[in-house]
């Protein structure tokens, strides 16, 4: 079975521009949840998503926004791109929502120029 | 407010030995504790994890120690070996979502 795949791996925008990210979730899989990897922060939890509809939101504001398809591919959109956002983007997949373990993609190393 | 916290940002220790991975934690609600060990380019790999109402786990080499008391769970890894080299986040489950600390780089040298 195939793991989480995510696309593309790396992505280098400048200032102002817009973002978007994609997350291909194991086969029946149906939750998803992202996450912003930035060093010295750890992983910081950015939304889930659960049959297309968000279920959490962590706290970034309202730039960063998110959605499922009905086949649970995910793609989570960065507008207006500031500096600081540049980080590793990580998409994790799990059966349902509750489940104690998450499986993570490779992440999208985004680089803010 | 960070409510997982790994204090210890790197370990150095010698294969064959025992490596220890602390981590502490605020709240105490959180029902479910993980450790995920990451690769470089790599995402996360799911390790071990610990209900709330266990005070151990033990997986092989790896066992995780939970001290609801102190809000403190470490990961014990032994014996270590250079393959163990990457970085650890314990993670806690909070509210359907995971809490995750900032990362310990372990390095386990010959």
């Known amino acids: 079975k195939a793991g989480v795949t995510q696309t593309p791996r790396y992505l280098i925008k400048t200032r102002g521009q817009q973002v978007t990210l994609s997350c291909s979730p194991i086969?029946?899989?149906?939750?998803v949840s992202w996450y912003q990897q930035t060093p010295g922060q750890g992983l910081q939890f950015l939304f889930e998503y659960f049959s297309e509809t968000q279920r959490n939101k962590g706290n970034f504001p309202g730039r960063f926004s998110g959605r499922q398809f009905s086949n649970s591919r995910s793609e989570m959109n960065v507008s207006t791109l500031e500096l600081g956002d540049s980080a590793l983007y990580l998409c994790?997949?799990?059966?349902?929502?509750?489940?104690?373990?998450?499986?993570f993609g490779p992440g999208t190393r985004l680089l803010v120029l | 407010d960070q409510q997982v916290k790994q204090n210890s940002p790197s370990l150095s220790v010698q294969e064959g030995r025992i490596s220890i991975l602390n981590c502490d934690y605020t709240n105490s609600m959180f029902d479910y504790f993980l450790w995920y060990k990451k690769y470089p380019a790599e995402g996360p790999t799911f390790l071990i994890s610990i209900s709330s109402i266990k005070d151990k786990n033990e997986d092989g080499r790896f066992t995780v120690f939970l001290n609801k008391s102190a809000k403190h769970l470490s990961l014990h890894i032994v014996p270590s070996q250079p393959g163990d080299s990457a970085v650890y986040f314990c993670a806690a489950r909070s509210t359907d979502k995971l809490i995750f600390g900032t990362g310990t780089r372990l390095q386990v040298f010959p």
């Open positions: 994790a997949s799990s059966l349902t929502p509750n489940q104690e373990t998450q499986y």
């Open positions: 086969s029946g899989h149906r939750s």
